[in-house]
């Protein structure tokens, strides 16, 4: 043992502890199987590649001719390499925008790829991406629109079968899928077999969503779903890539068409008392439309904005959905790549060596030697520094060995005991005196604070106020 080993040895001997070797009790509500892998996840794909690919538009109107769908070189393994390559661990489809058109060969409506010039009407885009998504590990998830502006029978009750059929299609053929997209773009003016007509329906019931979510559970017990107000993961509020800086995972969406102001705040904050879990997803787009446009190729987000979206959604507890919308050639543009690929490379020089793994972690107290500081730099995602119930503050002070420069702190909580943490800091020690470098509220899956580079031996990470006693599963400092 080391002197500064046997020094830190004999200075927990003085620290306040229990022989308390029970876990915490969770606090509720705490997330699903699927949601923890949900979280786990971090960064998905979203791609938007359907008829207003040609059209140049980013909501048809329903009366666009099949013919227009033609890809000339489309190669759904460029795709997936790509986003294998820049780190993505799931990829969202639009199956079917809000025109209508699928682009798989429904047998339940003809305004479809199998009416379109692509492989002479026997391609299957949602197929090959599937496949695509399979060879290169990425999960696979679906966009269905539940507003058809080319559908005869929509607003009417005859379409919500015609919808569900459609799902049944997509999950019996082309699963497993481990996300359904819907967002809340319902009703107004189509083309609707040729009404030509403005058709509202009342959303919280036309869909009759408890019995299709049901339906779909049924096929896909796993399955995670994304909606304004979920179930399963919730909008942020926004479309800019900003989680909320406080971002509580609960939520209560028996709230979200109450019609009160200030609905997108709540969205992107969360609610501290929610009932449910149902923490929140960040969609933006690489580019400034959803879909492809040739005269946005130019103004691509840069690597160092991905970088920024980064921190201001992973970083902020929620999971980054970036749209990467392919072109008319049907591939990924060579713009977007070079913005992936520079992201890539700065997450990974950037996050390369955590100074805190293995280090020695002093805890101010703890509930028992299985949930002691070191257990936050262990680097096992099971394991957690935990106080006993009744206390609801603490610190962590974390013993990088030598003096190092540091910019960024990762704080983790167990979020299968809940999310609990109201606010923190963060310290380094310099001169011998504590200098706070951060400061934050929520924690949850993952919070990232980044702070002007500051030389220091220690990081001291103080939980202000706690809903009940913390539980970080995880500290890392770069």
């Given amino acids: 043992m080391t002197a500064l080993g046997f020094i830190l040895f004999c200075a927990s001997l003085l620290i306040p502890q229990s022989k308390n070797s029970v876990p915490p009790p969770p606090l509720y509500p705490v997330p699903s199987e699927s949601q923890l892998a949900w979280h786990e996840m971090e960064q ?46 799931g990829v969202i489809l639009t199956c079917k925008h809000h025109d209508g058109f699928c682009l798989w060969p429904s047998a339940y409506n003809e305004h479809s790829v199998k009416n379109s010039p692509y492989k002479n009407g026997r391609g299957d885009i949602v ?159 690489i580019r400034p439309g959803w879909f492809y446009h040739s005269e946005e190729d130019s103004l691509v987000k840069s690597s160092q904005q991905l970088f920024e979206l980064y921190l201001s959604s992973v970083g902020r507890g929620s999971t980054l959905l970036l749209n990467v919308p392919p072109d008319r050639r049907g591939l990924i543009h060579e713009n977007d790549i070079a913005s992936l690929k520079g992201w890539k490379h700065m997450l990974d020089w950037e996050f390369r060596t955590n100074l805190a793994l293995h280090a020695q972690a002093e805890a101010s107290s703890f509930r028992g030697e299985s949930y002691a500081g070191p257990m936050a730099t262990d680097g096992k995602k099971e394991t957690y520094w935990a106080t006993d119930d009744s206390v609801k503050s603490g610190h962590l002070v974390i013993d990088l060995g030598k003096q190092r420069t540091v910019k960024y702190v990762v704080l983790q909580e167990y979020v299968r005991l809940g999310q609990r943490v109201r606010s923190f800091t963060i310290e380094a020690q310099r001169n011998g005196a504590w200098e706070r470098v951060a400061v934050g509220t929520t924690v949850g899956y993952k919070r990232i604070l980044r702070f002007d580079p500051v030389v220091t031996g220690r990081i001291r990470v103080t939980i202000v106020d706690a809903k009940a006693c913390p539980v970080i599963s995880n500290v890392e400092v770069y």
């Avoid at 980013?58 to 390499?81: I, K, M, Y």
């Avoid at 399979?134 to 005859?158: C, I, M, Q, T």
């Avoid at 017990?221 to 909320?244: H, K, M, Q, T």
Wanted: glycine share 12%; with cysteine; aromatic share 18%.
């Fill in 44 to 89: 998905n794909a979203f791609v938007h590649f359907t008829m207003n690919t040609f059209t140049g538009r980013e909501w048809g109107e329903g009366d666009e001719s099949p013919a227009l769908f033609n890809p000339t070189a489309f190669d759904a393994g460029q795709w997936a390499r790509v986003f294998h390559e820049a780190g993505f661990k």
């Fill in 127 to 285: 197929r090959e991406v599937a496949e695509a998504c399979k060879r290169y590990g990425l999960k696979f998830g679906v966009y269905v629109s539940p507003w058809d502006r080319n559908h005869a029978e929509y607003g009417r009750a005859a379409y919500i079968d015609y919808y569900r059929n459609q799902l049944r299609e997509l999950f019996a053929d082309y699963g497993p899928v481990f996300e359904m997209w819907f967002d809340g773009a319902n009703g107004g003016s189509g083309y609707y077999g040729g009404a030509r007509a403005t058709r509202r329906v009342p959303i919280q019931t036309y869909y009759e969503w408890p019995a299709t979510l049901e339906l779909v559970q049924s096929w896909n017990p796993n399955i995670i779903f994304f909606s304004d107000g979920g179930p399963g993961v919730r909008w942020c509020g926004n479309e800019r890539g900003l989680a909320g800086e406080t971002n509580w995972c609960t939520f209560s969406n028996d709230t979200i068409y109450a019609g009160k102001a200030g609905i997108e705040e709540v969205l992107n904050r969360g609610m501290e008392d929610g009932n449910k879990w149902i923490p929140a997803e960040v969609d933006v787009s």
